[in-house]
Every structure is written in C-alpha cells, then in structure tokens.
C-alpha cells in the first residue's frame, strides 16, 4: 500500500529526474510503496502522476488533459467515428517504451463505457472494453511489427526531440510550440525528424 511522505524522504536523485521531466514543477505531494515513489501534482494545470524506482529511474506518467490540448487528427477522430459517445477522461500514458492517449468514454444509451487508444500523435490504435479486452484495432503494422502512421513516419514524443531541434524551433519560431514530431527512414528520408509547429488554429510544417 501508498504511503504519504515527506520530500524531505524522497531520494534527491528522484526529485532532480522529476525536475528534468517537468521543469519548474511545484507543490508535489509524494507516496511510496516498496522501491517505487509516486509524486502528484499539477503541471500547467493538467493533473500529474509519475512513478519513480528508488535508484532515480522513471517509471511511468499519467496526465489528465484537455480536448483542447490533444493532437488535431485525434480531436478528428473521436467527432467523426465516436460521435456517440462522451468524453469523460482524456489520459496521457507515457514510459520509456511508449506514449499514448487513453481516452474513457460513454455511451449513455447504451450504458456503454469503451477504453480509446491513440498514438502520441493521435492516430487511432485500438478500443477495448473498461477490462483492456481489445474490440478492434486501428492501425497496421510493417513486417518488423513497428506502428506506421501513414507516410509520415514513427511518431515521436515533442519531449523526446533531439534538444537540437527543441532548440532550434525556440530560437526561430518563438510564436509556436511542437504539435506533432514524426522519424523518417525511408527511400525518400534517411534519419530524418519532421516536425510540425502549431498556434492555436494555424499550423506550418518545417
């Protein structure tokens, strides 16, 4: 079982990882079970959970999120193929080998309630039942069993960006933020980040 501490009680190698994974963050409320921590917290304004081994390694995130804050495509996709559902929580997963949004949603005729598994750049993946019992599946796979995303490659985390890139998009594109980041290796692309840039409504790709 969780058990609240202090931060006083969390090694100082847990707390530095956090600060790397979210700058600047504030007002953490800290548990702990066996060799694992657990830190909770707001982070600009979406409630946070991260887990954390006692030898500083990071585990695993959960971030309640906006509609409004997920990729356009995914956004796209719960209006037109789950227009009969409600949204009642929007999470984003993320460990060392995936990210993902798990969105919960409700039918209320139905009394139905279905799991919605996108792709950190909002591809549809899959839906399954509250058990984790897959319904379908969205997305195809190439022969060595990696998820495609069209012709626009592996999609990749804006945190997981070479800090190159983060830092060339900060100094010449100060008005826009990373929306979307794909990995490109192909006949056309070797080794190559596409990265697109949006504000708001409006967009441009680089």
Do not use: M
């Amino acid at each position: 079982a969780q058990e609240d501490i202090d931060e006083k009680e969390v090694p100082e190698v847990i707390k530095t990882k956090l600060g790397n994974l979210f700058p600047g963050v504030e007002d953490v409320s800290w548990q702990k079970a066996e060799e694992e921590y657990y830190a909770n917290f707001t982070y600009e304004e979406n409630s946070t959970y991260c887990a954390f081994h006692y030898t500083g390694k990071w585990i695993v995130s959960k971030t309640k999120v906006k509609l409004e804050d997920v990729p356009r495509s995914l956004q796209r996709s719960l209006s037109n193929d789950f227009s009969e559902y409600t949204i009642e929580d929007i999470l984003l997963k993320e460990d060392k080998d995936i990210s993902q949004y798990i969105i919960t949603l409700n039918d209320t005729v139905e009394q139905e309630t279905i799991l919605a598994y996108f792709d950190i750049a909002g591809n549809f993946v899959k839906k399954t039942d509250p058990n984790g019992n897959d319904l379908d599946l969205g997305l195809n796979s190439d022969n060595n069993g990696n998820t495609q995303t069209s012709d626009k490659g592996q999609p990749v985390h804006p945190k997981e960006l070479p800090s190159t890139i983060n830092s060339y998009v900060i100094v010449n594109y100060p008005e826009y933020a990373i929306d979307e980041a794909f990995f490109l290796n192909n006949d056309e692309f070797t080794n190559t980040y596409y990265v697109i840039l949006g504000e708001d409504l409006s967009a441009k790709t680089i």
